[in-house]
């Protein structure tokens, strides 16, 4: 029997998906002047709807993310599509789902430590 239930994996998957969203945003807002890059995006969320919805812990163990080109965003004169206010409020966002992620795992890792008698 697994320590850790599919829960648990998925909020450590969910914990990944937000660090490779961070990233990607990072990404855009570095390259926002750089004429004809386009925005990219992770969107974890779907991925791990998605292997939850299979039932299977291995699944979403198994989950991969990667930033895509979204193909949306006003395109500039120069051909790129990054608006930095909308992507500093992104990342923002995503970096409060990245605290509450960890804080959720903590708490749940301090609950079986507990239960373990391993303070």
Same mark, same amino acid.
Do not use: C, W
């Given at each position: 029997?697994?320590?850790?239930?599919?829960? #648990?994996?998925?909020? *450590?998957?969910?914990?990944?998906? =937000?660090?490779?969203?961070?990233? =990607?945003?990072? *990404?855009?807002?570095? @390259?926002? @002047?750089?004429?004809?890059?386009?925005?990219?995006?992770?969107?974890? #969320?779907?991925?791990?709807?998605?292997?939850? %919805? =299979?039932?299977?812990?291995?699944?979403? #163990? @198994?989950?991969?993310?990667? =930033?895509?080109?979204?193909?949306? %965003?006003?395109?500039?004169?120069?051909? %790129?599509?990054?608006?930095?206010?909308? *992507?500093?409020?992104?990342?923002?966002? @995503?970096?409060? *789902?990245?605290?509450?992620?960890?804080?959720?795992?903590?708490?749940?890792?301090?609950?079986?430590?507990?239960?373990? %008698?391993?303070?």
């Amino acid at each position: 029997m697994p320590l850790f239930d599919i829960t #648990h994996v998925a909020l *450590e998957r969910a914990l990944t998906g =937000a660090s490779v969203r961070q990233q =990607a945003l990072t *990404e855009n807002l570095a @390259n926002a @002047n750089t004429p004809g890059y386009q925005r990219k995006d992770v969107d974890f #969320h779907s991925a791990l709807q998605q292997a939850l %919805g =299979a039932g299977d812990t291995a699944a979403v #163990h @198994n989950t991969a993310f990667t =930033a895509q080109p979204t193909g949306e %965003g006003p395109m500039r004169p120069d051909g %790129g599509t990054v608006d930095v206010d909308r *992507e500093s409020t992104e990342l923002a966002q @995503n970096a409060m *789902e990245y605290q509450a992620l960890a804080s959720i795992i903590k708490a749940r890792t301090g609950i079986i430590r507990a239960a373990m %008698g391993r303070s």
